[in-house]
């Protein structure tokens, strides 16, 4: 499971003052980004290596709202690892209180930069996935 700590700026705020549900969705690409950094891959690299990750499918069901200045945990656990594709699950969590905000998910699959069709990851990359999946 990878952690991650944002802070609520007051752009990420709505005329309700409470964060705009657009929101969650950036901060699961947050998550996903520093969970492939934790599992020593950076997307720069697979860029160099012609692969992409283009999100499938993602949802996100609001238990309760963040609000300017709050700092919220993004909490990404992979949930499926094969050669194609990538399910994550997400908890975004009120630092302060641990209150449950908010769950996702999201589905990315492993795609060839040139071609645009779904590709193997690379096995360098799929065992370095595969050490930190829990």
Same mark, same amino acid.
């Given at each position: 499971?990878?952690?991650?700590?944002?802070?609520?700026? %007051?752009?990420? =705020? *709505?005329?309700?003052?409470?964060?705009?549900?657009?929101?969650?969705?950036?901060?699961?690409? /947050?998550?996903?980004?520093?969970?492939?950094?934790?599992?020593?891959?950076?997307?720069?690299?697979?860029?160099?290596?012609?692969?992409? %990750?283009?999100? =499938? *499918?993602?949802s996100c069901k609001y238990r309760a709202s963040a609000r300017f200045d709050d700092v919220? /945990?993004?909490?990404?656990?992979?949930?499926?690892l094969t050669p194609v594709k990538l399910v994550f699950d997400y908890k975004v969590i009120?630092?302060?209180?641990?209150?449950?905000?908010?769950e996702g998910h999201s589905q990315g699959v492993f795609t060839s930069m040139e071609t645009?069709?779904?590709?193997?990851?690379?096995?360098?990359?799929?065992?370095?996935?595969?050490?930190?999946?829990?």
């Amino acid at each position: 499971m990878g952690q991650v700590r944002v802070k609520v700026n %007051f752009f990420d =705020t *709505d005329a309700m003052a409470v964060v705009h549900h657009a929101n969650y969705f950036r901060w699961f690409e /947050i998550g996903r980004v520093e969970f492939l950094r934790e599992a020593g891959i950076t997307l720069n690299e697979l860029i160099a290596d012609h692969i992409v %990750f283009p999100i =499938t *499918d993602v949802s996100c069901k609001y238990r309760a709202s963040a609000r300017f200045d709050d700092v919220v /945990i993004i909490e990404t656990i992979a949930k499926v690892l094969t050669p194609v594709k990538l399910v994550f699950d997400y908890k975004v969590i009120r630092e302060v209180d641990g209150e449950l905000l908010a769950e996702g998910h999201s589905q990315g699959v492993f795609t060839s930069m040139e071609t645009g069709k779904l590709i193997k990851l690379p096995k360098e990359y799929f065992d370095k996935l595969k050490a930190i999946q829990q």
